[in-house]
């Protein structure tokens, strides 16, 4: 992919929908010094040329019940493909993020559940894929996004 240049209003605008993505034009035109509609122009174009790839919700997962957040850190056999350890996370509602990585281990999942039972069951459904040699569970005390 060719990068995109971006001038230091293009940034600011990014930031801005970082933390918050239902920002309206005209809030984030005031923030930057444009008019609505200068502002609206400039997201429509970000979003056009890939830069802005949607927008989310952001959930509360200890009041949807998803208070344990857990990495899975995933080994598999030396001659698997990348599309195989992929295909590992597919149909897995808990799963948040999964990546594939270069060196050891061979991927990372990022999970919720409800509870460490709920996890259990988790690893134990990623060990039956008979594609996993090995895990390493690790769960998470606490968070923070530093530059948020």
Known sequence: MPRTDLDDIDRRI???????????????????GLSPAAAKRR??????????????????????????????ELRFAGATQVDDIEAVAAGMPEVVEAFTTA????ALMRVRVTDL???KRVVDRIRRTRKVTGTK????LGSASPGR
């Open 137 to 140: 569970t690790l769960i998470v």
């Open 117 to 119: 039972d709920h996890l």
């Open 14 to 32: 990014l930031e801005l929908l970082v933390e918050d993505g239902r920002r309206s034009a005209s809030d984030v035109g005031r923030a930057v």
């Open 43 to 72: 997201i429509d174009r970000l979003e056009q040329l890939g830069v802005i790839g949607g927008y989310r919700a952001v959930l509360d997962h200890a009041r949807l019940g998803s208070q344990i957040e857990a990495f899975i």
């Open 103 to 106: 060196g050891d281990p061979d």
